[in-house]
């Protein structure tokens, strides 16, 4: 049987499409995948994300313990209530999952993980814990909702109490705070402006029928994937796994080499992989031609071989199809992806396709 999230009757309530997401019962889509996209450019949309993983790591060796586990240094984070994006390695500096830290204090950082892989991970973060002063909490008395367009803290800010609201309103891209017993956070999947915003379950489907009474629009699995997609941001399963590091995956930016003396996890395989350098690369592809890109396709590059699309979808924004994916990396501005046995141009681009409802490749096709 599958999970479910304390959303669950509240989807299904909202005609919501469920579909088994790694175990989980979660919604495709609300009736039209294409409006709760262009919702969310435009205005607001919500998207129950309960099912991520939350994991807080405490104790005064949470600093040091993080700065082993991970790629990016936690020392970036320069105070309170500042998060930072990064990757898992393992040993081969192959990914073992993509997350968000936040720091809330000195001896307490929070981590959300990917739900597919959440007993992977939990397993890795308690081993690799062994010789640091840490504890591992998993917080499963908690919900997520991710409100998500650039409506979305104009829209959170109406159903929040006052003290929420006067913090909500101070925080900056990739900031966080707690505040009576929630954690809101600037983030996001989507490449718009927003907030996640972690719940005790026992209050979120209040919160959500809140959110719903001022106009936010549920929104599922299908809209999240074409808006990430959009914004140029990696799944986990596809975009990257272990068999790939963060050099081959449009993660280089992840990896923090200073100081030299930080042996995070996969450090020496990574510095190795570096020196030789990658022989692919991953990109952005806009499809030239009439048809849709989809995960699985080869893709021919003259006289270097071939790649394979990682993530492929129809861009409503842009209004083709676009994709994500892993080829030599000498290739040109043009390659050629078989479809139903037919060969078509397509561009090479640098990601993200679209940010804050902004075209940021050129539209000539």
């Known amino acids: 049987m599958a999970n479910k999230t304390p959303l669950f009757d509240a989807h299904v309530a909202l005609n919501g499409k469920m579909v088994d997401f790694f175990g ?36 005064p060796g949470a600093r040091d313990y993080l700065r082993h586990l991970l790629a990016n240094d936690v020392d970036k984070l320069k105070g309170c209530g500042q ?28 981590l959300v993980v990917n739900s597919a892989t959440r007993e992977k991970d939990l397993a890795w973060i308690n081993e690799q814990s062994h010789g640091f002063s840490v504890g591992i909490q998993e917080r499963q008395e908690y919900a997520m909702v991710a409100v998500q367009g650039p409506q979305a803290l104009e829209k959170v800010c109406q159903v929040l109490s006052p003290v929420k609201m006067d913090i909500a309103k101070t925080l900056s891209f990739f900031e966080c705070a707690e505040a009576e017993g929630w954690f809101i956070a600037r983030t996001g999947y989507t490449g718009e402006d927003g907030l996640e915003i972690v719940i005790p379950t026992t209050e979120v489907v209040d919160f959500w029928q809140q959110l719903l009474d001022v106009g936010v629009a549920p929104c599922g699995l299908g809209a999240r994937d074409t808006l990430r997609l959009e914004a140029g941001l990696n799944l986990y399963g596809q975009d990257m796994d272990e068999s790939v590091s963060p050099l081959n995956s449009n993660l280089n930016w992840t990896v923090a080499w200073e100081p030299q003396d930080r042996l995070f996890i996969g450090r020496a395989s990574l510095e190795l992989q ?18 849709v890109l989809r995960h699985g396709q080869k893709v021919m590059v003259e006289g270097l071989g071939e790649g394979e699309i990682t993530s492929g979808t129809y861009s409503p924004t842009m209004g083709c199809a676009i994709a994500l994916a892993r080829i030599p990396k000498d290739a040109g501005k043009k390659v050629s992806v ?13 990601p993200p396709f679209v940010r804050n409802g902004k075209i940021l490749v050129n539209e000539e096709r």
Not at 86 to 98: F, K, P, S
Request: aromatic share 8%; net charge negative.
């Open 24 to 59: 989980w019962d979660m919604p495709l889509h609300y009736g039209s995948q294409m409006k709760e996209h262009e919702t969310v450019r435009s205005a607001a949309g919500m998207f129950d994300v309960s099912h991520m993983t939350i994991v807080d790591i405490l104790g």
């Open 83 to 110: 998060a930072l994006y990064t990757a898992m390695l393992n040993d081969h500096a192959g990914i073992m999952d993509d997350l968000i830290v936040y720091f809330i204090d000195v001896n307490h950082y929070r």
């Open 274 to 291: 570096k020196q030789k350098g990658v022989d692919r690369r991953l990109v952005g592809l806009v499809l030239e031609d009439k048809g």
């Open 338 to 350: 078989e479809i139903r046995g037919k060969l078509l141009t397509a561009r090479v681009v640098k």
